[in-house]
């Protein structure tokens, strides 16, 4: 079955280093990939996107890679401050059509700051 | 700002006593969802609503409902809570079926005693 899914369930990093979150999914019909940032007791926030006529798209601080050859995403995070600190999510949508428009979630991994 | 907001961001309920839970949204956004969380897991869809079509997921329990009166609000009915229902509950909105300006509310947290 399809699946989307996150390689570690937690990753601990430095104060100021960078940080890089892989995910990979397995639909190779997926065309839109998005990374959440969930902090404790809150809803997922939008981090960044990509589509997959692209492979590389940068926000502030944040880069994600998509490799369609090996579907796999990743989620790098320049300078890795203490508010980073939550659990990440990816999930991506297939090529639905119609009415049907959903993202499949993989398992969160949690991002740990050390001062 | 245009925002989706849900109310109440906690609810206690009794076993078998129905609750429903709400959500709204101000992106004039024609798709709306309820996902499921569960502690430290993903979010799993529930359902969603196209415009007034509504879309099950084959999982989801016949105890759980939704409602859709118009484009701003968005219901989520549990006919009778069980101790496995217990959970955050997600709504979340996007623009049409490309999945553009998908956006989650903060949840509400249901806690079933």
């Known amino acids: 079955g399809e699946s989307v899914g996150l390689h570690l369930p937690t990753l601990s990093v430095q104060e100021g280093d960078n940080s890089i979150i892989n995910c990979a999914y397995s639909?190779?019909?997926?065309?839109?990939f998005i990374w959440y940032k969930q902090e404790s007791g809150k809803g997922p926030q939008f981090i960044i996107d990509i589509r997959s006529n692209m492979d590389k798209r940068q926000g502030q601080r944040v880069t994600v890679l998509l490799n369609k050859t090996v579907k796999h995403l990743s989620l790098q995070i320049a300078a890795t401050q203490p508010g980073d600190s939550a659990v990440y999510f990816c999930?991506?949508?297939?090529?639905?059509?119609?009415?049907?428009?959903?993202?499949?979630f993989g398992k969160g991994i949690t991002l740990s700051v050390r001062p | 700002d245009a925002m989706v907001i849900q109310n109440p961001r906690y609810q206690v309920t009794q076993f078998g006593k129905p609750v429903t839970l709400s959500c709204s949204q101000t992106l004039n956004h024609n798709v709306m969802y309820w996902y499921q969380q569960k502690s430290s897991q993903a979010p799993k869809l529930l359902f969603h609503y196209y415009d007034k079509d509504f879309n099950n997921e084959a999982d989801t329990p016949d105890n759980f409902q939704s409602r859709r009166p118009n484009t701003s609000f968005c219901f989520l009915d549990i006919r009778s809570p069980g101790l496995g229902d217990a959970a955050m509950y997600l709504c979340a909105t996007s623009r049409g079926t490309a999945g553009y300006g998908y956006t989650f509310g903060s949840g509400t947290r249901l806690t079933v005693v």
């Open positions: 999930a991506e949508k297939g090529q639905y059509t119609g009415a049907n428009s959903k993202l499949t």
């Open positions: 639909n190779s019909a997926s065309d839109y």
